[in-house]
């Protein structure tokens, strides 16, 4: 059965980095695209960026542009979300998403797997 863990959230101060990984398992992690989205509190949940089975980075939200990192390591069945110059809007809940068969997309209804979440706060 599939499953995706994300791991990495926590507090942060405005510009500080952190590294979210979401571990895979019970799926060829190489074959499929991994989407990373986000509930800001009191706001619906939000694609951020995906990866896909060839390893293109597709942005869904232009203010994480430059910001925001994705990359994946087979070996580890690992994807890892960088995040540099944190902002307090960056504040949400984070989830991956793997959609087994198909190409990136925004839309939520395309993901098969969900992880459980990791919270990240930006604050001073």
């Known amino acids: 059965q599939a499953q995706l863990v994300e791991s990495g959230g926590g507090l942060v101060q405005p510009g500080g980095s952190l590294r979210l990984s979401c571990t895979a398992s019970?799926?060829?992690?190489?074959?499929?695209?991994i989407g990373w989205f986000r509930q800001a509190p009191g706001k619906e949940r939000e694609g951020v960026l995906c990866?896909?089975?060839?390893?293109?980075?597709?942005y869904y939200v232009d203010a994480v542009k430059g910001r925001f990192t994705m990359y994946r390591d087979n070996t580890k069945m690992t994807v890892y979300l960088r995040m540099d110059s944190l902002k307090p809007e960056d504040t949400a809940d984070y989830y991956c998403?793997?959609?087994?068969?198909?190409?990136?997309?925004?839309?939520?209804?395309?993901?098969?797997?969900w992880g459980q979440g990791t919270r990240v706060t930006v604050s001073s």
């Open positions: 019970g799926f060829t992690l190489e074959n499929s695209a």
């Open positions: 998403a793997v959609r087994l068969y198909g190409l990136c997309t925004r839309a939520e209804v395309a993901y098969d797997h």
């Open positions: 990866i896909s089975k060839s390893d293109i980075t597709t």
